[in-house]
């Protein structure tokens, strides 16, 4: 019998940035009691690092918009692999959910007469996004966590206790999710400072853990995204939806090589600012796919018209779709016209004044300045792609975010998948963390209030995670035969280099075959990865058990990659250089082999993942009517345009 502390709650919410807030409010708003826990220090998730703002079509600059457009832009971003009733749920609540933010004390930028401003981003037909500078993430964290303790201030007048009905867990990891036969009961989960183990149990659990960038070398995520929430799903028999579209967003900084990677906002291309290569040309002219023709501008001179009078002119082709960007960027790199340190250049110091710059992209300047001593007012920087965002997610229920299979679990912001289809538009996962970090705490507190009797928490369980946590402290001896113990590190970085050559922004079969076998080794010798030392703050600890996570996720994209025998959106492939309309209709499952949910020793030397298709349901026929029919014959399948 266990000797772990446990606690009981209604619903728990893994991650406390956008997504796991908004689902934590609104679980606690619906009466439920509420735990909310995360990696890291509370406030710090990627949602206080996004920049450039929340798309909302919201027609506070351009009166046209609507939510019927920011959809048609959505699809056509996704290229037409959207969960097609997220996109609509998604452009239709939007703007409610950004005016909600202002209701509890979010401060946007505004327009000239008073209203939200709104800024141009790529693949977005109309200035569209709801900002604070570019520092978007701070003010919609700020807002929710203000929220949250004045919820709790409310619960003190009530109960006498702040945290009676919500209470945060910072620095805290759950490594699983418990179960009661299919149904959830709660999280296994330990103190990051002290090591100690402790289990939260619940009917409903709510995964909001962001996204896996840490399985890449160059990437803009920070260290806690490793994919845990993805895991931890597929651990709990829940499985992962088209995980092959990874967004490399197509400027991160190249230089100095301390922070390559390191994100440059889009909102510099949406302001003005302008990609050249080495040559000074503007070459995205050269890249404006087929499907995309009609709505770019043709030369500079429109591309230019466009910032001052959108209605009479098309848009430049800097603001294309990010993965049209970062495939482009890619090219002319590869074809010897890159910058002096493997990128290309971003301009907007000829493009507008110096203090509309510092102004505008406050953080840019700042950024720029102080990691590579480049000013942006006076000079271009250097940028290329960097592993950014997963498209790829837990396969969900549309209007419940209901993780499919696993009765009481959930999930909502990018560990979800389903919403972005083949690429995300920018500004489109703030939205998307609000919208459906909302109705997950909705539909998690109505689920927890439904049951009759709660699910019951399992000792074995708890003891074979604890015992699973605690194996990288005994790595030696415990496999005797299969040598010395492994280092964490060692192990992260080769599994880095494998994810970033082979299953990279460019793909081909023989590299992702070679990946796959590569993941095979480094998951044999990450069963030996081993620490020193104790439990107490022990960052090598914290990563040996991150790999399990990072593995699992790789090599659902490397599989699902491979498979995909076509390119669309975030994932490219040399051998199948075209999008296939006969892979529209079409969805890859990743699921768990093992069927134990890995809490038996696996075997290790047997492929995790067992990948399926399945048909994307039709989309709805008066949501396809929003389209030209024209338009329509270049995304969708035969049988689907007969329908
Ligand atoms: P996150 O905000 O990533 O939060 C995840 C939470 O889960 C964290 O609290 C973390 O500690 C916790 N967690 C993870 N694993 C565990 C675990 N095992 N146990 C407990 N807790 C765990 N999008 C836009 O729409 N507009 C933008 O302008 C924009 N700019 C961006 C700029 C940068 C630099 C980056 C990196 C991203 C940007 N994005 C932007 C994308 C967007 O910020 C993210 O997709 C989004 O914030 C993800 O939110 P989330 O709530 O799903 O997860």
């Not at 009733?85 to 930028?109: C, N, Q």
């Not at 799903?233 to 100095?256: D, K, R, S």
């Not at 390119?567 to 134990?596: F, I, K, Q, Y």
Request: proline residues 5%.
């Amino acid at each position: 019998m266990s000797a772990v502390e446990r606690q009981q709650w209604d619903v728990v919410v893994v991650g406390a940035g956008g997504a796991g807030l908004r689902a934590a409010i609104e679980a606690r708003e619906r009466g439920a009691r509420t735990a909310v826990i995360c990696k890291s220090l509370f406030g710090k998730a990627h949602t206080v690092m996004a920049e450039g703002g929340i798309a909302a079509a919201m027609a506070n600059v351009n009166e046209h918009d609507n939510w019927q457009v920011h959809f048609r832009d959505t699809l056509r971003g996704g290229k037409f692999l959207n969960q097609w009733r997220m996109a609509e749920l998604h452009a239709k609540e939007a703007p409610d959910r950004v005016w909600e933010l202002e209701t509890w004390g979010a401060l946007f930028d505004r327009t000239k007469d008073g209203k939200i401003s709104q800024r141009n981003f790529g693949g977005h037909e109309y200035p569209r996004l709801a900002h604070v500078g570019d520092r978007t993430g701070l003010e919609l964290i700020r807002t929710l966590q203000q929220k949250i303790v004045s919820l709790q201030q409310e619960d003190e007048k009530e109960t006498g206790d702040y945290e009676s009905r919500l209470k945060v867990f910072q620095e805290c990891t759950v490594t699983r999710i418990l179960k009661d036969g299919t149904r959830v009961s709660g999280v296994f989960a330990y103190e990051r400072e002290t090591g100690r183990f402790f289990v939260l149990e619940a009917p409903a659990v709510v995964i909001a853990t962001g996204g896996i960038g840490k399985s890449f070398k160059v990437t803009s995520n920070s260290w806690e995204y490793t994919g845990d929430g993805h895991a931890l799903a597929l651990l709990a028999g829940a499985p992962l939806l088209n995980m092959e579209f990874v967004q490399f967003h197509p400027t991160g900084m190249v230089w100095p090589p301390s922070v390559k990677g390191i994100l440059v906002t889009e909102s510099v291309r949406g302001d003005g600012g302008v990609l050249r290569n080495s040559e000074g040309k503007r070459f995205m002219f050269d890249y404006i796919p087929d499907v995309f023709k009609e709505k770019y501008a043709e030369s500079e001179e429109e591309g230019d018209r466009w910032y001052e009078d959108p209605d009479h002119n098309r848009r430049p082709p800097e603001l294309l779709p990010r993965d049209e960007v970062a495939r482009a960027i890619n090219s002319e790199v590869k074809a010897g016209r890159g910058s002096p340190h493997g990128g290309v250049f971003l301009d907007v110091s000829t493009r507008m004044p110096a203090e509309v710059i510092r102004r505008r992209l406050p953080s840019m300047y700042h950024q720029f300045k102080e990691l590579a001593d480049v000013d942006i007012t006076a000079e271009a920087m250097e940028v290329g792609p960097t592993c950014h965002y997963v498209m790829g997610g837990v396969a969900v229920d549309s209007d419940t975010a209901a993780a499919r299979g696993v009765p009481g679990l959930f999930a909502a912001g990018e560990v979800a998948g389903g919403m972005h289809g083949s690429n995300r538009l920018g500004g489109n996962s703030l939205s998307d963390l609000l919208v459906f970090g909302r109705r997950a705490g909705w539909h998690a507190a109505d689920h927890a209030a439904d049951l009759d009797e709660r699910p019951a928490v399992d000792d074995e369980q708890i003891d074979a995670a604890a015992a699973e946590a605690l194996r990288p402290f005994s790595a030696e001896g415990q496999e005797p035969d299969s040598g010395p113990p492994e280092n964490p590190y060692t192990l992260h970085q080769a599994l880095q280099q494998s994810m970033n050559d082979l299953v990279g922004i460019i793909r081909r079969e023989g590299e992702m075959e070679q990946a796959l076998e590569n993941l095979a080794e480094l998951r044999v010798r990450a069963r030996r990865a081993g620490v020193e030392g104790h439990r107490q703050f022990n960052p090598g600890w914290h990563l040996a058990l991150d790999l399990r996570n990072m593995l699992l996720v790789s090599e659902c994209v490397a599989r699902a990659a491979l498979e995909r025998t076509e390119s669309r959106g975030g994932h490219t492939r040399e051998d199948h250089p075209v999008m296939d309309r006969r892979w529209r209709p079409v969805n890859l499952l990743c699921r768990l082999a093992d069927p134990t949910g890995g809490l038996a020793a696996a075997d290790p030397e047997r492929d995790q993942i067992d990948l399926t298709r399945e048909s994307t349901d039709p989309i709805r026929a008066d949501l396809l009517a929003l389209f030209e029919k024209e338009e329509l014959v270049k995304y969708l399948a035969e049988e689907e345009l007969y329908e």
